[in-house]
């Protein structure tokens, strides 16, 4: 397995190249989840603190070992974050509850609304 970027900072041009290659070019995505902005607090834009990340939709492997832990959520949850999170800022996802869960958001988002797809009637 490869050592992942531990930080947003030291993710390179090359590598997000090499992952476009690797996952395809609409695959990868930078989500940035606010570490100090809870609910209805005042604060500006400028002094919200994010932890970035590099990740890319879950493949059919992925969904399907998820799935095959479904009674182990914890298990599923660790599937996808180890398979979907290519790099980042990866100590606040065990420091900060909210980026764990908003990481396990943004893949559950992904396997339920990856393809939009259009039918017709024949």
């Not at 609910?39 to 399907?64: K, M, S, W």
């Not at 959520?73 to 606040?92: R, S, Y």
């Not at 339920?112 to 259009?118: E, H, P």
């Amino acid at each position: 397995m490869e050592n992942k970027p531990q930080t947003f900072r030291e993710i390179t041009p090359d590598q997000i190249r090499d992952w476009k290659a690797k996952f395809g070019e609409y695959a990868l995505e930078e989500i940035a989840i606010p570490l100090n902005q809870y609910g209805d607090e005042e604060i500006t834009e400028e002094d919200i603190v994010f932890a970035r990340f590099v990740v890319c939709t879950p493949n059919r492997n992925v969904i399907l070992a998820a799935t095959k832990h479904s009674a182990n959520i914890e298990k599923a949850n660790q599937i996808l974050i180890e398979n979907c999170v290519l790099g980042g800022d990866m100590q606040t996802i065990e420091q900060y509850g909210a980026v764990y869960t908003k990481i396990i958001e943004w893949a559950e988002k992904r396997i339920s609304t990856y393809v939009n797809f259009r039918s017709k009637k024949l």
